[in-house]
Structures are given as C-alpha cells and as structure tokens.
C-alpha cells in the first residue's frame, strides 16, 4: 500500500495535515487533520508499507498492545481507503 | 536598532500572492489596480515567475497552508500558467480569484488537471451595458458568464463577489437572479468597506461609492447574506483580541505593556500578503510599504514584519463610540481613507450609525408585533 500521488503532507504551526491537489480534489476537497498515530503511519505509508509491516511499526514506536495496534491500523487505513488516499502496489 | 522584545505566537497560515496589479478592467471603485504608466512612476517591477515559485516554496517551508492567488486579474499574466501549475503541486488549501474574462482553453485544461480548492469570481453587473459603464470593456460580460459556468464545472468551492456602487447597484435584484439561474446554492460575497485606492492605485473609488445611506439601504433591502455575515462580525480592535500572557512589544516603545496584536487582527500574526512588487505586507487592503521579500528570504520577512510598523496614538472617540457593533473599520480601511491607521472616518461612522439606528427599529418593531400576537 502507498499513498496516491497527490496528497501532500504538510507541518502547519505544529500540525500534521494532508492538502489533496489535482484530480484528488474532486474525491475530497478539504483538509486532513492527523494527530501523533496518524501522522507516524501517513509517513510510513508514503514511503511504501504493508498492513502487517504498519502494525509493527505502530508498536514499536508508541506503548501500545497487538490487539488494540491491528485496530489502529484497520481502521486508519479503511479512512485512506474512503478518502481514495491510498493505492495498492 | 530596533528588536522585538517579546511576542504572541506568530504563525504565517495563511497568505495572499499579489501576482499583478494590472487587469483587463478598469473598475472604478478598484482599490489595487496599476497601469504600466503607474508602475513606471512608482519605479518598481513585477516579479517574476521564478520568483513567486520560489516564494511559494518558502511559503510551504515556513508553514503557510492556505494560499490565495489574485491580482489585479491574476489570468492576464503570460506566465500564469507556469506559475500556478507549479503552486498548485505544493501542497496548499489553494484559492483563486479572477474576473472570469480570460478563462482560454488552455487555462480550462489546466484548471480542469488542477483545481483551485476555492475561487472567487467577481461579477460586477448583470448586463454588458452595466460592465461598460463600471469596468470600461465591451463584450467581456458574455465571457465573464461563460467563464462562470465552466468555472461551476470544477470541484472548487465557487464563490461571487460583487462589490456596489452607484454604476451598478440598481443591477443588484438582477445578479441574485443571475446567480440562482446558474445555482442557488452559489453564494454571493457583497463587499461595501470602499475606500481610497491603495499603493499608488489609480483608481478613484471614493467617487463612485454610495452615500453611508445608500449603503445601508442597500443591504437591508437585498442582501441577505451580507446581513447576516455584518451580524456575526465583531469589532476589529485590539481591545476585544483574547487576553495573552505575552504582548508584542518593540524596543519597550509604549505603550508600557505592549500590544496583543499587531492591527488588532491577524495581519502579519497569521496571515500576509506579497504585493505585485514583492513586499510583505499585512493585508492587500493595507496601504504600506511593508518588507521587501527577495532581498534576504520570505521567512526573514515574516521575522522582522513587526519592527516596521509604526502605531499612532488611538483615536479617543472610538473608545467611547456607541456604534461599536456595527464598526466595519479596521486599520487599514482607516490608512486609505485618512492615511492613518486611527484616523476617524466619517463616512464609515455614518454606516455605522446607520445600521445601529435600524437595527434598533427593526427589533423595537419586532418587539412590538410580538407583544401585539401575545
């Protein structure tokens, strides 16, 4: 999985957002607020990333158990998925 | 040498790019526009395209995330689209604002790749005989409609903005019909704050305005959506900015406890704009010189922004105003209309005035009605 050219990852005054540009806009027209997770995924996610390599990811950084990371990411990812942020490799 | 000695937080979110002040219109109540003779006069330059790509990219760094690109008419520039192609890559919550009179194909095309988030389009008349009398052009109102409607055809949230005048108020019922024709849901932006052009503009707007009565009766009649937006606004003064433990204060100047913004707004706290010749300045209404952006970088700029703003003693007749609620004065329609940022403006007043007085009627009048059903 990685995320669709097109949505640009922004740091405005200390925040993490995402601008969609281009024909994305037509899909969503808005912008996205990530908090701390989201962010750390979103940049995991840019470079390239699977759901199992995200979940490790997840827990190796934040104190956080397997169950409640494979929710974390499930559901992160199914949001991508409706705002048509993510293209499968 | 002049410093800051101390500050609220300051974060450049939002910024507007002047990209010209010159237009294919010649409004006469425009308070930016510039011919060549001016900029002549004025001894300054355009940027160039290099450059605004350039500054967009500082803006990003610095952390800029809504950009708007206006003018002057943005479009009438040969290089737009080099230049906006590339901002809209960035990464911005874009907007764009344009007279819609010089849409070519070429520009569909890459609107239609690269949606602007947000347009605003002005439409000053609902006839072509209103767009000759107001702008002095013939024939541009057909293509003004034609550009809106392709313009509707985007995902862009699409705005109009009109602005009234006595050349074109009596067309007001006619553009609200005009729009609905196109969509009701289209929302009209009404601007009425109308003053004295600024940086060496040369049109003369105050001419053209309506009388602060003709102004009022303007709004309360037909413009529905200015008076609900002119009924949720508040007072731009210092005064009424959230306490913060942290005032700005420059060089411990007075006074003693310095200030909780710079205008009493969010110019140069949170947003800024860079004029067609490359200055930073608070907002595109302030009539000031403001910080040359290409000589060190953006981010140096927006830094030292505050040093050079000069704040005069505040009026005492606005402390005490009963009309306060319905001020639309700001420091910067106070520039152009006196050339002071506290100067008192008696045609704004008399607005003021107008809309307490009739606000006051409307509610004692509903008042009674209430009373009378009860």
Request: hydrophobic share 40%; net charge negative.
């Amino acid at each position: 999985m990685k995320i669709k050219d097109g949505f640009i990852y922004r740091q405005v005054a200390g925040q993490h957002v995402v601008i969609p540009v281009g024909e994305n806009i037509a899909d969503f027209n808005g912008i996205v607020n990530l908090n701390e997770t989201a962010a750390f995924m979103w940049l995991k996610l840019q470079e390239g990333s699977s759901q199992e390599q995200l979940v490790a990811a997840l827990q190796n950084e934040f104190d956080v158990d397997a169950q409640q990371a494979l929710q974390d990411v499930a559901a992160f990812v199914q949001d991508l998925r409706e705002l048509k942020a993510i293209a499968d490799e | 040498m002049n410093s800051i000695v101390s500050s609220p937080e300051r974060h450049p979110v939002s910024a507007t790019f002047e990209l010209t002040a010159r237009c294919n219109f010649s409004c006469k109540m425009c308070f930016v526009r510039v011919d060549e003779q001016r900029i002549s006069q004025l001894g300054q330059r355009e940027l160039t395209a290099a450059e605004w790509i350039s500054l967009a990219r500082q803006a990003a760094d610095m952390g800029t995330l809504n950009l708007l690109l206006t003018g002057g008419e943005p479009m009438l520039r040969e290089d737009f689209e080099e230049i906006y192609e590339a901002i809209s890559r960035m990464g911005f919550y874009l907007s764009l604002y344009t007279n819609a009179s010089m849409i070519t194909p070429r520009i569909r095309r890459l609107l239609t790749k690269y949606p602007p988030h947000q347009i605003g389009v002005t439409l000053y008349g609902a006839s072509e005989q209103t767009y000759n009398r107001l702008c002095g052009v013939s024939g541009a109102f057909e293509r003004v409609i034609q550009g809106i409607r392709f313009l509707h055809t985007l995902p862009s949230r699409l705005e109009l903005r009109t602005t009234y005048v006595k050349d074109n108020v009596a067309d007001m019922r006619a553009i609200r019909q005009l729009v609905a024709g196109i969509d009701e849901r289209l929302p009209i932006i009404n601007n009425f704050t109308i003053s004295n052009a600024v940086r060496g503009g040369v049109a003369d707007p105050i001419s053209h305005r309506l009388s602060p009565r003709e102004n009022v009766d303007m709004v309360f009649n037909n413009i529905k959506l200015a008076l609900e937006e002119l009924l949720l606004k508040e007072m731009r003064n210092p005064r009424t900015m959230p306490a913060e433990k942290r005032k700005l204060m420059v060089n411990e100047n007075p006074p003693a406890d310095g200030y909780l913004s710079i205008y009493g707004c969010g110019g140069g706290m949170s947003f800024y704009t860079i004029t067609w010749n490359g200055r930073l300045i608070a907002c595109q209404t302030m009539d000031e010189e403001g910080v040359d952006v290409l000589k060190e970088s953006l981010s140096t700029a927006w830094d030292v922004y505050p040093l050079q703003v000069v704040h005069p003693e505040p009026a005492k007749a606005c402390q005490t105003c009963l009309w306060q609620t319905e001020c639309a004065s700001c420091p910067a329609l106070r520039k152009a209309e006196t050339g002071s940022i506290n100067g008192i403006t008696p045609h704004h007043c008399k607005i003021a005035e107008l809309f307490y007085n009739r606000k006051l009627t409307d509610q004692r009048r509903q008042g009674e009605t209430h009373e009378k059903s009860l």
